[in-house]
Each structure stands twice: as structure tokens, then as C-alpha cells.
């Protein structure tokens, strides 16, 4: 996440790996260190091999070595910044975990994850539920990546932590998702909704019904009397939506917590793709950006959340709490700087009701910084950071102030679901995901080209195909170091920030559960 | 807008017509009426007329009598509604204006209306300015559609005021808009940035940077020193946007102003097209649609504001400021009212964060009444209105309570452009404009449809058939009277709402400047 937040990371002191700190917080930490830095588990890095591939002249691409190491034959690269932070601060995890349903009777969520890797590996070989118990569990596919700004500490963290709070969000509500056909029920007790009800889903709610106390079959004297309001029907997409949208905060909550105790530098973005039931649930919380390419065409499948594209979300909280802009900062935008000689005269400013730009007369206060500033990659958050949604950062204030940033951030994800099992999937339809770095330098168009490209001259048996693919992606985004930098084609810039690529084929997807 | 607003409308008492007073407004006023209630005066009817138009058994169909009424042989009917209220409480207006630009060395916005209708019909023919004006005039065609409730008095207010306030704000930028690749200087009285400077242009600058008052010509002594800090480039486009957006925001505090003095009832949806030097604006702020059928191809260029459409936006505001919600209303959503038994277990909801559900554990705060609570049409904000966007409602409150509804509602519109000059319209490609009378009952592909078929059975060069196409689809959403009620295809139920129907063809935009 180049020069994306003003700190004095460039001050850095400290050895990379000296051992228990993460040595990338300029200020240094006496509190311990939780998380150590380290490369995604399932490149199955030395502590050599990491040392070396934190090489900003040589930049080395980093590859998944064993394919088997993750479902569905995914890929995956990556690749350290020019220099901008001795650490990469891309960070990547990806697990395959079984979810077991709540002990029945408890009526609180037991907070003790019921999850568990089905293997030794996170590609989910072997050990699966035993057939008897499928009704009760359920089995999720996670990718994610985390791109970290003023440290590593938390992107580290979340790629250890976020999928264990998924898992336990939807283990509150397996159950529900196991009985198909089954619409949520309102209230968790009371008589559930069903609809288009199969001798299956039959049976099966009845026996959901039992498991979670309800009062009695249809037609028993405790049946509640039919109620006469009507009533949302909630679905079982927007449950999960819901669960990776709570689990979002909980992450955020876990960090503020741990903060206090140990060392967790910075913040991150973090984009996370979960696959349940046949569908795929991308959340996304930053300026990491998912998409599918389908028969060559692209489906967008997140949004980028920055200064720029939450301008009127971020000027509405500033004009309804003036105080979190402490004095210094005006919720107005303006083309470049108001100067003093300017107070009085007439110039553009937008708020937060406006798309359009007008003219207002200028005066005193207008002065201010404004809240946000700069544009495209430069855009700030109160002259402090170019992202606006996230993990972390709970802090971090405004360069000599006491101003946090935090309150302008939000760590809530967009949920986009997509019904794959819907479709049938070629072997070159693919899910990409990648941190900034490539997407700064890469268009969707040029990213779809080029992998459509290079899998249609891969065996399409070779299951190494969709590695070498992010290879070739990290490769065009970072470019051929020539005299005056990173090169790329069209003698545009190549990418001098952190780059992680994941390439996910989705034609597993059809067979999956 | 059937059933918008829970108000005792039902309790009318008044004489429709009786001089004086607009008869809507059960609590009564004795305040004098400024905008007594009246059809458009484009369709030119008589008081009789009028009068005979209000029945609400037979429903006539209103339409444009003569057809060079309105620029583009624009088409346009209307429809009361069935019973709901005793008036019909759409509006709708249409006028081609000219815009001249502000006095030279006036420094404040003149507030006066340099506004003038181009002759006395709003079609726009005869009187256009004099050729050697034209650089410091702009011609404006505008249509716009008001949907009111709580009774007629915004709507109408609206029709007759808000196309001033637009040309208002025009009138500022005149003198930048009327200067092609000159982008909009940041500051007026500073040397204007120049793009692409053709001569023309360059001559047009010069004349403008002169009438503004610069500092002087580049490269003369007073040629301020370059600046090398970044500055936004705003377009054109934009500060048409901007200047719709204001003018609706001023129409609102205008009809504030005036409820304090005069009998001003209800509040209004509002939906206007501006057509301005080559492209189209639509704003909309409420329920009503505008789409666009080019090629019997579908483009949305509205989207609704309603209760669930802005739901985030309305629990944000309330979770920030619960003062707002008096104690009485909760910012969270559940799918039906909570009751008391349900205290301590565990129900659905959501809050602005979410778009997904998730359980909670139902606390005592959770009895309170939803802030938004319903499903689509019949979804409502602190259970009393169905659109959260529009103009006044500023005395609105909750039914027997202190709690304002004005807070939640915005009057800023979302205006999308769509550059008419670039394409090439042909006779059947149109705008169409309706109230949620229409779109309630018909799909926009069914509209489309409709247009489309009956348009190519029309004698093209027939310059009434977009009115008689206005007229098919207010029959079609209207439907017939059978036994028990108003009726349309397939035997579903028909709109008994007030339904009013623009249909603009687009192809005269071709020629237009």
C-alpha cells in the first residue's frame, strides 16, 4: 500500500527478523509480540527463504511450490515492494475448515471455535465429517489476502484470526443453513417458516425443530396461534452475508483489545472469499479488488473503498460530529487549498449532498483542511490515509495532533454473492484476487487478457497452471527492473508496492457441496 | 402516492374547488393559500374542466390537447386516483427557458430570475436571444413531475418554483458554460486554467477571464506566479449537476420559509429532466422513474429513494444522533415487531453496517418501534411515510407525538446525465417520466414494450403520437373498472393511485444546441 499512510516508516531501525520483534514499528513497542511476522503458512518458507525473498532490488516473485497445498488447485503469487517498507505487509491465508453446529440447548453462541482444518493441509484432504453427521456441519473454503499500512502487526494477525470469527458466526446458524428449504426463523425457538417443503426438508426440520426447543410440532396443542402481521423472509444468502459481515467487526474488536497488550503494528485492508453451499461470498473491506473472469468476460466482484469513492459517507459523519474534525479540518471539498488572500471570493466546494461542484464564498473557516484531500492514489482521509475501510489502526492520528483517524474508518465489508454452482465452469473461469498493487498498474480488461491468454497455452491437466498464471500477473504488475526503475509493458511504471495474487479456478466449484 | 402518508386525508371535508382554499388539508389553515391547486397549464383546462377531471369513479384520462404546447412534441396524460384523496396530488411542469448569465462586475449571485420564458406557449418558439448574445445565454428545456401527499400545496408550490431556482444557479456558471474548453476556474477572479484552446475558444476566454475581472492576460505583469500544488479539474457536467442539486436544496428552504406565513400543504417527490448544450440531466429525489428507451433497449436514469432503498442511510443517522428517534423508535431492523415474551432470546436483525441478517439477543430497547419497518410499497420511515426523499414535510410528525420526520428526509436529488447529442435518436426512442402510479403496476420492460409497439403502428410524422402513446400506458396502469375494481392485463389489480406519464422523444435533441 505505497506511501499510503504518512508515517515515518522510512525511520526504520530495526533488523528484519531479530528475533521476537516485528521491527517494523518506528516508535518500537516494549509490549510483546503476538503475531511474529512471517510469509502465508502454505508457502512453507524457511526462515532463509523469507529473509531472502525480502529482497527490494531483486524483488523475487514467491510462488506456491506444492499445488496440492491448496483446494481447487488454486495459485497464488507474490512479490515485496521497491523499498517502500523493509517488510512485505501483503499478507495471505487460505483454509479449508469444517463447521460444526452449537451444542444443541445452548442458548448464548459458545465462543469456543467448534471449527477445525480437515486435514494436515489447508486443501481439505481427507478427514471429512462422517456421512451421518453431514446434516450438522458445514464445510468452508477461505481465501483471503490483507494488504497492512504503518506496520505488519495486524495484517499478520487477521490472516491468522479472521476466518476462525467467520466460523464462528455461521456455526450459530449451521443449523439453519443445513435444512434447505428452511427459511430462517425470525426468532430462534419459535415455530420456523417453511416453504416448498420436500419429504426431506421434511423430516429435516422437524428434526431442526426438536434440536432447537421449539415448541411443537405444527398442529400440537403449544403451537403458537397463526400470527397476523407480516413478516420479513430473511434468506439463508444474507445469513452468511450477515455472518462475515459480524465476524468483520469482531476481528476489528479482537485487534482494539489485543493492542492493549501486545505489539500490533498498523492496520489492513482485507479481501475474503468464502465458499459455502454453492455459492461464493466475496467480502471486501479496502482497495483490494476480486473479479471473475468467465468465458473471458469480467465480472466486477468487489468495490475499492477509498477517500475518493467514500467521500459522502466520510463528509456526512464529519458535518453530524464537527468534533471528530478537532478544530483543524473542514468537511468541505475544494479543487486544491483555500489561500487567505482567497476569503471572500467565489470557489468550487462540493458537501456531502452534492455530486456536482458549485461555487460558495469563501470565508474563514473554509481555511481548514479539508477533510479529504488529493486525488486518485493520493487522495487522503484527513491528510493521513488513502484507505477507508479496514482492520486496525486504531492509534493512528493525524501527524502531530490529537486527532484519531479511526472514527472515519469503517471495518465493515461489502458482501457480493455469487451462485457458482449454478454454472458450469470451464478450466480457464477463474476468480482473481490481488492486493492494489496489481490493480494500480493493471486494468481488469488487461488482467483478464493476460490470464485468459496464458491458460489457454497451460495443459489444461497440468494443475500447476493457475500458479504459473499469478506468476505471470505478479510479473506484468511488478514489471523488469531497467535503469530508472520497474518497467512494464508500454514502458508504463511497474508496481513498486507489495503484490499478491490469488488465481482460484472455479470449475471445483461445480462438484463441491 | 396510495397510502404514502398515515394522515387523516380520509376526514376531507372541504369543497374541491372552493375559492381560495386548497381543500386538502383536513387540520384546516388559516393562513392565506399562495398556490392555489390547478392542473399543469399546459394542458390549458377550464375551472369545469378541472372539476370534471376529479372523478374518482370514472377516472378520466387527461391528456395534452394541443401538441406544440411543449418543446419535442413531448407527449403527456394524467390520471386521479381512485378514492385516496379528493385532489389529484401529482404536479407536473414543463418550460423552455433562457438563461442569461449574471451582470458583469456583480460579485454576490443576483438573486433576481434572469430567467425568461421564450414565448408565452413553454414550447420555446419565436423570441430566442439575439444572435450576437448568444455566448452569455443559455436555453434550458426542463419537464419535471411532483408526487405529493399530505395534500397538494408543496406539489403544486414546487410546479411553479423550482424551475427558477435551477435557472438561479445556471445563471451563476453561465458565463464558464457558455465558454466550450474552458474548464470551470477554481476561484473566480483567478486565471482560468484553458484546455485544447481552439481560437474561438481562446478568443471566448479572454472575453470571459476579461468580463470576470482577472488579474489579466497570461504573461502580463499581474500573471499570478504558477502554482505546484495539485487542483481537481471539475467539468462542465458537473457544475450542472451542482446547480441542480442547490436549486433543489433552495426550493426546500423556500417552502420552509413560506409554510410560516402561508398555507403550503404536504410534501412532494420531484422529478425534472434539464436538457442543456447537448446533454440531458435527470434528477430525482422520491419514488417516481425515468427511463430511457433507445432501440427498445432499457436505460434506468433514476433510481428510487424510498424507505428500504436508503435504509443504511437513515439507521446511520439514527444510531449517530438517537435523539432523533424520541425514545420511541429503534434504529435496528427486525423482520416484525419484537414482543415482550421475546425478551431474552434470540432474533434476526440488522443494523446500517449490514446488508446481511444475524441473530441478536432481544433486550428491552429492542420493543421499541423499528425506524424503518415494512416491506416495499407498504415500507415506512418512524411509521409514517414511504419516501425518504422529496421536498417540505417540514412540519410532519410522528402520529401523536413530538417526533419530526424532516431530519430523515433529504431533499438533495441524485442526478444522472446522459449525453443526447452524442447519439443519434430515431422517432421511437424516447424519455419516459412517470410517478410510482405507473411503476407500480408495470415492469420497465413492460413499458418499453408498450411505447415501443405502439409508437411503430403510429404515423410517424404524427406529432401527436407521444401523448397518445402517454395516454396507452396511463390506460395500462390505470386498467378498466370491472366488477370489483380497476383491472389491467393478465387480471391484475390496476394502480388506483394519481399516475401522470411524460413521454419525450429524443431525437429532437439531434438538432438542438
Known amino acids: 500500500m505505497l506511501t499510503r499512510v504518512k508515517s515515518a516508516v522510512a525511520n526504520f531501525m530495526g533488523g528484519m527478523m531479530a528475533g521476537g520483534s516485528n521491527g517494523d514499528h518506528p516508535g518500537g513497542s516494549d509490549m510483546p509480540l503476538k503475531y511474529p511476522y512471517s510469509r502465508p503458512e502454505f508457502l512453507g518458507l524457511s526462515p532463509d527463504e523469507i529473509e531472502c525473498s525480502a529482497d527490494h532490488i ?7 511450490k506444492e499445488t496440492k497445498r491448496l483446494p481447487w488447485s488454486t495459485g497464488y503469487a507474490e512479490v515485496i515492494n521497491a523499498g517502500k517498507s523493509t517488510l512485505n505487509e501483503d499478507q495471505a491465508c487460505c483454509e479449508v475448515l469444517v463447521v460444526k453446529r452449537r451444542p444443541a440447548g445452548s442458548s448464548t453462541p459458545n465462543r469456543t471455535p467448534l471449527t477445525r482444518r480437515r486435514s494436515s493441509l489447508p486443501n481439505g484432504e481427507g478427514m471429512g465429517p462422517r456421512e451421518s453427521d453431514k446434516l450438522l456441519y458445514l464445510t468452508l473454503h477461505y481465501w483471503a489476502l490483507f494488504d497492512g499500512h504503518a506496520g505488519s502487526g495486524v495484517a499478520v494477525a487477521a490472516s491468522r484470526l479472521l476466518h476462525h470469527h467467520i466460523a464462528l458466526h455461521l456455526q450459530e446458524v449451521t443449523e439453519i443453513l443445513c435444512t434447505p428449504n ?16 420436500t419429504p426431506t426438508s421434511q423430516r429435516a426440520l422437524t428434526r431442526a425443530a426438536s434440536l432447537r426447543g421449539a415448541a411443537g410440532a405444527p398442529g400440537s396443542p403449544s403451537t403458537p396461534p397463526t400470527r397476523f402481521f407480516t413478516e420479513k423472509k430473511v434468506s439463508h444468502e444474507s445469513l452468511v452475508i450477515g455472518a462475515i459481515e459480524n465476524a468483520f467487526k469482531d476481528m476489528d474488536v479482537q485487534i482494539e483489545k489485543e493492542k492493549a497488550v501486545y505489539n500490533i503494528s498498523g492496520g489492513c485492508t482485507a479481501l475474503v472469499v468464502v465458499y459455502l453451499l454453492g455459492k461464493l461470498y466475496v467480502g471486501n473491506a479496502g482497495d483490494s479488488r476480486a473479479i471473475i473472469i468467465r468465458a473471458g468476460e469480467v465480472i466486477p466482484m468487489s468495490t475499492e473503498f477509498t477517500p475518493e469513492s467514500e467521500r459522502r459517507r466520510l463528509q ?4 453530524m460530529q464537527p468534533h471528530l474534525l478537532g478544530n483543524e479540518f473542514t468537511h468541505l471539498e475544494f479543487p486544491r487549498r483555500v ?13 456531502f449532498t452534492m455530486a456536482g461542484w458549485a461555487y460558495k464564498t469563501i470565508e474563514d473557516d473554509d481555511l481548514k483542511f479539508p477533510l479529504i484531500y488529493g486525488e486518485g492514489k493520493k487522495a487522503r482521509v484527513l491528510a493521513t490515509i488513502g484507505v477507508t475501510r479496514g482492520l486496525g489502526d486504531h492509534n493512528l492520528k493525524v501527524h502531530d495532533s490529537n486527532i484519531y483517524i479511526k472514527p472515519f474508518l469503517s471495518c465493515c465489508p461489502e458482501v457480493k454473492a455469487y451462485p457458482l454452482a449454478q454454472y458450469e465452469h470451464e478450466a480457464d473461469d477463474v476468480l482473481v484476487l490481488g492486493t492494489d498493487g496489481l490493480w494500480d498498474v493493471l486494468s481488469n480488461q488487461e488482467v483478464a487478457e493476460a490470464v485468459t491468454c496464458f491458460l489457454a497455452n497451460c495443459d489444461p491437466d497440468d494443475q500447476h497452471r493457475y500458479t504459473m498464471a499469478a506468476q505471470d500477473l505478479v510479473m506484468r504488475a511488478r514489471g ?17 508496492d507489495d503484490i499478491s495474487v490469488y488465481i482460484i479456478p472455479l470449475m471445483y466449484g461445480n462438484k463441491q457441496n
Not at 427459511?183 to 430462534?188: A, K
Request: hydrophobic letters at 35%; aromatic letters at 8%; one cysteine or more.
Open 58 to 64: 531483486a524483488r523475487p516473485i514467491l510462488i506456491l
Open 182 to 197: 428452511l427459511l430462517p426463523p425470525t426468532c430462534l425457538g419459535e415455530e420456523p417458516i417453511n416453504h416448498h417443503l
Open 316 to 319: 456526512f459523519l464529519a458535518y
Open 339 to 351: 489561500q487567505r488572500k482567497e476569503v471572500g471570493k467565489r470557489m468550487l466546494y462540493r458537501d
Open 480 to 496: 523488469v527492473l531497467k535503469d530508472r526503475g520497474w518497467r512494464i509493458s508500454n514502458d508504463r511504471l511497474g508496481s513498486g
